[in-house]
């Protein structure tokens, strides 16, 4: 099989385990794997996102043109061409609705430091509501997310990039997951344990160390 069958086979299984998880609903969110430097698979528009086969995916170009498939690609495929034009280390991105990491970035909480994973998300960026779909989501996205892995969608959704997508798959169940801690610590009532100050900025800083190191290796460039 040639890679790039192999990445669209690769994405089929991504978008299924996602919508499994509940991050990516029935109709609500879309995936995409990198073809090469100019081009990317995508999930297809308007589809139920449970059962779609690899048959199912689009290929489409940084221009969002249908190269391969039945289409009409996603309706955020303009988001998904921003983050590739800007990113050549980017391999692949999931965009979700995932309820608490949703449901979190409609508040302004504090984030307390209650797991490493939480640390990370202290300066998590958010992106104001905008008209999902639309060219200038998908430049507001690219431009807020900057070098980073994750942008919270206010009154939308999330964003996760990675090298690959095991990795930007990864980045959203830790979203979630920590994101749903966060809030659970929150109606508890009583001040949770804490990581220490120190400890706590020791941690953010081996997390920014660590992405820039992903950023540089680029692990998904030139997947087929
Ligand atoms: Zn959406």
Not at 65 to 78: C, H
């Amino acid at each position: 099989m040639s890679e790039r069958g192999a990445t669209r086979i690769r994405l089929e299984e991504t978008t299924r385990e996602l919508f499994r998880a509940g991050l990516v609903t029935p109709t609500g969110g879309n995936v995409s794997a990198r073809a090469g430097p100019e081009e990317f698979w995508v999930t297809p528009a308007a589809r139920f996102k449970g059962d779609l086969a690899a048959s199912d995916m689009v290929r489409v170009d940084l221009a969002g043109q249908v190269l391969e498939g039945e289409g009409p690609p996603s309706k955020e495929t303009l988001l998904h061409s921003a983050i590739y034009r800007a990113r050549q280390d980017v391999g692949a991105i999931v965009h979700a609705h995932p309820l608490f990491a949703t449901l979190f970035g409609l508040y302004s909480f504090p984030v307390l430091p209650v797991t490493a994973d939480a640390v990370s998300l202290y300066d998590l960026p958010a992106v104001e509501f905008l008209l999902p779909g639309t060219r200038e989501l998908g430049r507001r996205v690219a431009e807020v997310l900057g070098e980073g892995s994750t942008v919270l969608l206010r009154n939308h959704g999330v964003v996760t990039v990675g090298g690959d997508l095991r990795q930007a798959a990864d980045r959203c169940h830790a979203l979630e997951e920590t994101c749903r801690l966060l809030l659970l610590a929150r109606v508890m009532g009583e001040q949770p344990a804490s990581i220490s100050e120190p400890l706590a900025a020791a941690l953010f800083a081996i997390h920014a160390r660590k992405e820039e190191v992903d950023r540089r290796i680029g692990r998904g460039i030139g997947e087929g």
